[in-house]
T-cell receptor, first 115, second 114 residues
Framework: AQKVTQAQTEISVVEKEDVTLDCVYETRDTTYYLFWYKQPPSGELVFLIRRNSFDEQNEISGRYSWNFQKSTSSFNFTITASQVVDSAVYFCALNFLAGGSRLTFGEGTQLTVNP | DAGVIQSPRHEVTEMGQEVTLRCKPISGHNSLFWYRQTMMRGLELLIYFNNNVPIDDSGMPEDRFSAKMPNASFSTLKIQPSEPRDSAVYFC????????????FGDGTRLSIL
């Protein structure tokens, strides 16, 4: 079975703190893709990053960084020096090729950054 | 560049009425997806199309739901008759190709069935 678990339902931090959002996935496939999406209070879903199962290189984009570890089936997301505008629900998602284009989403983590 | 366009943004109607949600995918994208988001079930895929052909409709809740994609630039999701439990945010997304490609989402339609 394919499954994505985001154990942190809610996280609250103060501006400028670093915060890590956890994502653990389950799949029997060897070829799969992992994604992070952001859903701000306005409600839209914004694509942030995609990673394939053969590329374990970590990635940094500005204040955002992602740590992919196949050994622990984790794809964690870190925001450095958080800002109020980072407040949103963040979703981790899994796509396994045998499942076609189906995205399996985690339950999401509500991040609140307080001034 | 225009993103995925959904209409209406909000819909409030009484149970038993027919509801039609519309979606225009990003130009050049050949895969289109309909998702539903609720507090209880989170984000769930209802159906997706590739090159206008329905590929996987296993997430469609029941026969009251139907989706069509008559051409590459337009899709509809219809609920007839609607019920209060259909209240949710419905998202349309599109991507280039299938399998592993990022899906880009519209702003969603917030549907309330009274």
């Amino acid at each position: 079975a394919q499954k994505v678990t985001q154990a942190q339902t809610e996280i609250s931090v103060v501006e400028k703190e670093d915060v890590t959002l956890d994502c653990v996935y389950e799949t029997r496939d060897t070829t799969y893709y992992l994604f992070w999406y952001k859903q701000p209070p306005s409600g839209e879903l914004v694509f942030l990053i995609r990673r394939n199962s053969f590329d374990e290189q970590n990635e940094i984009s500005g204040r955002y960084s992602w740590n992919f570890q196949k050994s622990t089936s984790s794809f964690n997301f870190t925001i450095t020096a958080s800002q109020v505008v980072d407040s949103a629900v963040y979703f981790c998602a899994l796509n396994f090729l045998a499942g076609g284009s189906r995205l399996t989403f985690g339950e999401g983590t509500q991040l609140t950054v307080n001034p | 560049d225009a993103g995925v366009i959904q209409s209406p943004r909000h819909e409030v109607t009484e149970m038993g009425q027919e509801v039609t949600l519309r979606c225009k995918p990003i130009s050049g994208h050949n895969s289109l997806f309909w998702y539903r988001q609720t507090m209880m079930r989170g984000l769930e895929l209802l159906i997706y199309f590739n090159n206008n052909v329905p590929i996987d409709d296993s997430g469609m809740p029941e026969d009251r739901f139907s989706a069509k994609m008559p051409n590459a630039s337009f899709s509809t999701l219809k609920i007839q008759p609607s019920e209060p439990r259909d209240s949710a945010v419905y998202f349309c997304a599109s991507s280039v190709g299938t399998g592993g490609q990022p899906q880009h989402f519209g702003d969603g339609t917030r549907l309330s069935i009274l």
